[in-house]
Each structure stands twice: as structure tokens, then as C-alpha cells.
């Protein structure tokens, strides 16, 4: 018995659960960007684990300083604000190096990582991401089967947090899982014990 | 003060242990039940913890 609809073909996920105030912050910012996909921890939580999180980590293709503006001068209006600087310079040129925060106006928690794809796993997950459908907007993510195999590499560093993730979301989409595809990918991140204490 | 290591260890494991347990009751619930049933009570625990 699955209660979500998660449509592989379409690559879409239908998802009835109630808004909290982490949602409608996700929302909220992922309206105001065009392309992005969202990974990693709050990916697990919007599909129920039972912890927060301080932080939400969006990635976005390189941009142009002038695309860089829009989303600036957009967030600004909507009542956000970058937690590294208030120059829009320093932000772009910072973004090259490590991820920039966006939060609610003095309101620093929860904030939104905002980096930009840097590598082939990023590529992989924003050419394959899944858009989730929710009663009160819509957001893409990564696809199931990297968001596993990443948490697991992430838990080699000795995260507890993160094998726990990896493992709700392999029992949750277990029938769904593109088993192949996750195989591909432990091997590629040469995780292969991970995924055997999560199955 | 002593400290016994190896206890401190296995107690960590078994923590864990427990911890992968509740992991697997918690996703076997939100599997079986209604989203709107599990998110009211997950919503609970995110709203109290960062709002």
C-alpha cells in the first residue's frame, strides 16, 4: 500500500501531506526561481521523516550576473535576504566558491543554501529531477534513487543523521525504486555497504 | 574518573540500532497511512522545533 502517487514515467509525485512552516518557506523561495532542484535533507523530510532541518539545499545552473539580479532583486522583494552579505556583487562573486543563505527577513532559521552545480552528480540530479505536486504549490528535487545513494555517501563520514534519511526513503519508494539505477549509482559513489545496512 | 570505552561503544550501537528501528516503524507508518494522517503529526515536531 503506497498512499503517495509517484508517477516514474512522468516523473512526478503527487503529495496530499499538511503544510508546517518549513513547506511554505521552501515554497515560498522555490517560486521565485525558475530552474533549481532541491536535495539532500528536507527532500527526506517533505516525505515525512520524523526530524527538522536548519537548512534547505537548492542548486541552480551558472548564471549570467544580469539572470543573478533577477533573483536578487525578486527575493528582495519578497521579503528575503542573503545571510552572507547585502551586496549583490559580493553575492555573485561568492557563489563561484561556496553556497550563499537566503532566509526571511531577520529571520535566519530555517535558510535556503543556494549553490550552484558544480559537478556531474549535481548535473545528474537537476537533468533528473522529479517535480513534487503538494496541495498548495509545486517544487523539483532530486531523484530518488541519487538522493539514496548520496545520502549513503554522506553517511560515510559518519553522520548518523544521514544513513537514517537514506534509509526512510528506501523503505517508503522501495517498489518505485529504479533498482538498477540505484545500483549504478552506490557503485559510482562506492557505497555498496551503506546500502546493505539500510536494506 | 573512569571511562570504559568499549561499554560507551556498544552502547552507541545499540542506540543506533534502536534508532534504525523507529527509522523503519516511522516510514512503514507514512507508507500505510494517509499523508494528510503522518504530516499533521511530523508538522508538529518541525513547527516546535523551528518556529
Known sequence: ?199 | MNVNLQELEEDMSKNFKERMNFVTYWANYVKTHKDEEWSEQQNTLINSQLF
Request: charged letters at 35%; one cysteine or more.
Open chain 1, 1 to 199: 500500500m503506497f498512499k503517495m502517487e509517484y508517477n516514474t514515467k512522468k516523473k512526478e509525485i503527487k503529495l496530499n501531506r499538511e503544510f508546517n512552516q518549513l513547506d511554505k518557506f521552501v515554497l515560498d523561495f522555490c517560486s521565485l526561481i525558475k530552474e533549481y532542484v532541491i536535495v539532500s535533507g528536507y527532500v527526506s523530510i517533505l516525505f515525512g521523516r520524523s526530524r527538522a532541518t536548519e537548512d534547505v539545499d537548492m542548486l541552480v545552473p551558472k548564471m549570467s550576473k544580469e539572470e543573478f539580479k533577477e533573483i536578487w532583486d525578486k527575493t528582495m522583494k519578497n521579503g528575503f535576504e542573503c545571510l552572507n552579505t547585502s551586496k549583490i556583487d559580493e553575492a555573485y562573486k561568492s557563489m563561484n566558491d561556496h553556497a550563499i543563505r537566503f532566509a526571511r527577513k531577520n529571520r535566519p532559521l530555517p535558510n535556503m543554501e543556494f549553490k550552484l552545480i558544480k559537478n556531474d552528480l549535481d548535473k545528474y540530479s537537476f537533468e533528473n529531477k522529479l517535480l513534487v505536486r503538494l496541495k498548495h504549490g509545486e517544487l523539483f528535487i532530486s531523484p530518488i534513487e541519487m538522493q539514496i545513494a548520496y545520502k549513503l555517501f554522506l553517511a560515510k563520514g559518519g553522520n548518523e543523521k544521514d544513513v537514517e534519511d537514506a534509509k526512510h526513503i528506501y523503505i517508503l519508494f522501495n517498489e518505485k525504486i529504479n533498482k538498477e539505477e540505484l545500483a549504478r549509482l552506490v557503485k559510482l559513489l562506492k557505497v555498496e555497504k551503506q546500502l546493505e545496512m539500510i536494506q
